[in-house]
């Protein structure tokens, strides 16, 4: 039997991309040092906020856009004058001098891109930050 290595392994190419993420807190300064807030900062805030930047590479399982319309009608008065009379008439006068409404149509298209990806946290290339997408190769053995 002359089995060949393509036969026993597998081999993938996953593309991976930089996927940058950003991480905002509040701090409460007493929390840090309270010696440090009272002698060092005593014209700071109160809190402290600290920002984060890194990236992890991600491989993209999923990218769909989906889109909806929505519809609204609703009736509005058909003038300034009819506005008035609906505000400020008493009732007595709003049935003897009616508020003319006329009917406003507005149509609005939404769109929402859900992007589902997997990322790689224990892969430990490092890239310069204009760097593009990797390529890496797995290899699977098949019994």
């Given amino acids: ?44 805030a109160d809190d402290l906020v600290l920002q984060l930047q890194g990236y992890v590479w991600a491989q993209e399982l999923q990218n769909v856009t989906s889109e909806a319309t929505v519809t609204m009608r609703f009736k509005a008065p058909a003038s300034w004058w009819q506005h008035f009379k609906r505000r400020w008439f008493p009732a007595w006068m709003k049935r003897r001098w009616p508020v003319r409404l006329r009917v406003i149509k507005k149509t609005r298209t939404v769109r929402h891109r859900f992007e589902c990806l997997a990322t790689h946290p224990g892969f430990k290339y490092e890239a310069p930050p204009d760097f593009g997408k990797v390529v890496i190769k797995t290899k699977a053995w098949t019994e």
């Fill in 1 to 44: 039997m002359n089995a060949k290595p393509e036969d026993f392994v597998k081999t993938a190419e996953i593309l991976l991309k930089r996927e940058v993420f950003h991480a905002r807190n509040q701090v409460r300064l007493d929390v840090l040092n309270p010696r440090f807030t009272a002698e060092v900062l005593p014209w700071a």
